[in-house]
């Protein structure tokens, strides 16, 4: 069974950056689709980057030229590198994999205070 383990978040002021960082304990190399998604208090899930096993990469708009997201098949790892943070960023973050269903990481809270 496949685990997904976040980290990196943490608190940061606005204009800051963090890199979130997703390890899977098994190879990603032909996962199709990896990628982030948050939830703010109070909101939906929402889906902030994906990554997939041929090269591409998108971010939600919301986060568009602040936000890489990028995969270390080596590594077996994902990454969320995050500049320029909004106080609006603050979630928790949740890094997926899907693997015929989707699996999920446990979370990791990211805070930006203004």
């Known amino acids: 069974q496949v685990q997904l383990v976040e980290s990196g978040g943490g608190s940061v002021q606005a204009g800051g950056s963090l890199r979130l960082s997703c390890a899977a304990s098994?190879?990603?190399?032909?996962?199709?689709?990896m990628g982030w998604y948050r939830q703010a208090p109070g909101k939906q899930r929402e889906l902030v980057a994906g990554?997939?096993?041929?090269?591409?990469?998108n971010v939600a708009d919301s986060v568009k030229g602040r936000f890489t997201i990028s995969r270390d098949n080596a590594e077996n790892t994902v990454y969320l590198q995050m500049d320029s943070l909004k106080p609006e960023d603050t979630a928790v973050y949740y890094c997926?994999?899907?693997?015929?269903?989707?699996?999920w990481g446990q979370g990791t809270q990211v805070t930006v205070s203004s």
């Open positions: 997926f994999a899907l693997i015929a269903t989707m699996r």
């Open positions: 098994i190879s990603i190399f032909s996962i199709n689709l």
């Open positions: 990554s997939t096993s041929g090269g591409i990469t």
